[in-house]
């Protein structure tokens, strides 16, 4: 188990988390709590870039769904960015592609509205 280290920067549409290490049962905590320290404003996009994620679970999963959860109550908008294809692969499998959108790389994920 790798542990779990975010950071955040700001982008013209709004934060950027970085996630880096393994999101599981140990770990998925600490994401829900830095989106939930967020101030998201309507409108704005939260990107989770995911390049340097190594394992999620359904924990980690849960923790995505929250962070989505938690911004469709801001009025905002949750994406991900750079998702590794053995993520993208479950997240597809369960249906998630339908409610996340995916994008290659931040600064896409950044300039895209």
């Known amino acids: 188990m790798k542990p779990l280290h975010i950071t955040t ?6 934060p950027v988390l970085e996630v880096i290490g393994d999101l599981e049962y140990a770990t998925a905590h600490q994401l829900r709590e830095h989106v939930s320290a967020l101030i998201l404003r309507p409108g704005q996009r939260l990107v989770l870039d995911l390049g340097r994620l190594d394992f999620c679970d359904s924990s980690g999963i849960t923790a995505l769904i929250a962070a989505h959860n938690c911004a469709t109550a801001a ?9 590794p ?5 479950i997240l597809r499998i369960v249906g998630l592609d339908q409610v996340f959108p995916f994008f ?10």
């Open 9 to 14: 920067r700001d982008a013209t549409t709004g």
């Open 75 to 83: 009025e905002a908008e949750l994406a991900l960015a750079a998702v």
């Open 104 to 113: 290659p790389d931040t600064d896409t994920a950044t300039t895209t509205t």
């Open 85 to 89: 294809d053995n993520t993208l692969r």
